[in-house]
């Protein structure tokens, strides 16, 4: 198909639900993208933290291309390999847990949601936080703090109540004896890059504690080593009740995971929760290959270098120009919180071909692949450099 021809059939036969970038992709290699007419870019906004080893990583694809060669689908209610192997290398990454697999990360967070409500016996309210996001099904839709994402689609599910991130005086405020579970990002990607403090976290395992509660922490965009170490949590030095992923670890495909702490996982007894697809035999495969290349690569120490150099170069920016208020993040989950809207910038970055993202109107979010290399990220600070000037 020609370029035309393809934004004819969107129009003519795709729900305009996405606000699209007038651009067509064919092809990606590594932090590369090339479009219909061979133009290349530098991704450093690679699917909302799916690209974490870029595109097409060839340990992926060789996984991919093993495992379709010899079984592409089996139902959950049979055992098969490739997911026995990667529910164990979750644990063993993790924590003593066990795991149930489905396919994005608004199905992981509904299966949070839902298991919170067996576990609770009568009590069904979870504490949510302000400028979260938590998905696009219902619950996971009322989960989320943000009221531009839920207009229109009323009633949503009751029992989520939202309070200011990093205010635990707040959280305490909202706790009744309804409440089961506090549910929170780490670092709220979608809600402006706005990071936990250390001490409002512990804050929040503490009162979970006391309470017998369930604290929530949702990896979709933080996990697979997104902020330096495999798994965000860790930086707190906590254990979460429940962790939902998804984005990352398939390496491209789609995948979603909740991990439970293994006292309690077997709240969900068979036929309570399922998902046909969750941890089919190609996506395991996948998995595996996307935390092997993590370990084998050493991408967590490369993602905890370049993070900082990242942040190094964006401050640089700031002491230039007026416009930037204000650089944040962990890792390579990086901020740039400006004093106007940043939707120009990211539409001019694009024509010096560099995708970024803005989120909240007026925070640049840079997530380049954990193998970004200190000349590809020189090059992305000289375009952005070039569009602020």
């Not at 164990?88 to 924590?95: A, G, I, P």
Request: charged share 25%; with cysteine.
């Amino acid at each position: 198909m020609k370029l035309q021809e393809v934004f004819d059939s969107y129009k003519e036969n795709i729900m305009p639900t996405y606000t699209k970038t007038p651009v067509v992709f064919i092809k990606g290699k590594g932090s590369k993208l090339w479009d219909i007419q061979s133009k290349a870019y530098l991704d450093f906004f690679p699917g909302w933290g799916v690209g974490n080893l870029g595109h097409c990583h060839p340990k992926v694809m060789q996984a991919v291309r093993e495992q379709v060669a010899k079984l592409i689908f089996i139902p959950n209610n049979y055992y098969h390999i490739p997911q026995a192997k990667l529910a164990k290398e979750l644990v063993y990454w993790s924590h003593p847990a066990k795991v149930f697999f489905c396919n994005s990360g608004a199905e992981a967070n509904e299966g949070a949601i839902k298991f919170s409500r067996k576990f609770g016996q009568g009590r069904y309210e979870i504490i949510t936080f302000e400028n979260s996001f938590h998905g696009r099904t219902l619950a996971a839709l009322a989960a989320t703090g943000q009221s531009k994402y839920q207009q229109g689609f009323a009633p949503l599910p009751e029992g989520f109540k939202s309070v200011k991130f990093n205010d635990l005086e707040a959280v305490k405020k909202a706790i009744t004896d309804k409440t089961v579970a506090i549910m929170l990002e780490l670092i709220q990607g979608e809600g402006g890059v706005n990071v936990a403090s250390k001490e409002f976290v512990l804050g929040l395992k503490k009162i979970c504690e006391e309470k017998k509660m369930l604290l929530i922490v949702d990896e979709v965009q933080t996990g697979i080593g997104r902020t330096g170490k495999l798994f965000c949590y860790q930086h707190y030095g906590i254990i979460p009740d429940i962790i939902t992923l998804a984005k990352a670890l398939g390496g491209g495909l789609p995948i979603g995971v909740m991990i439970v702490k293994k006292e309690i996982a077997d709240t969900l007894g068979p036929g309570m929760h399922a998902s046909t697809f969750g941890g089919g035999p190609v996506i395991c495969k996948a998995a595996l290959a996307v935390l092997s290349a993590i370990q084998k690569e050493k991408l967590l120490t490369n993602t905890k270098r370049m993070g900082e150099y990242l942040f190094s170069k964006l401050n640089e920016l700031k002491n230039k120009y007026a416009v930037i208020k204000e650089v944040r993040g962990l890792g390579l989950m990086l901020g740039v919180e400006l004093n106007i809207e940043g939707k120009e910038i990211v539409q001019k970055c694009l024509g010096k071909a560099l995708l970024i993202n803005c989120t909240q109107d007026k925070v640049l979010r840079l997530m380049p692949a954990l193998n970004i290399t200190k000349k590809e990220i020189d090059k992305a600070v000289y375009i952005l450099n070039e569009v602020l000037k």
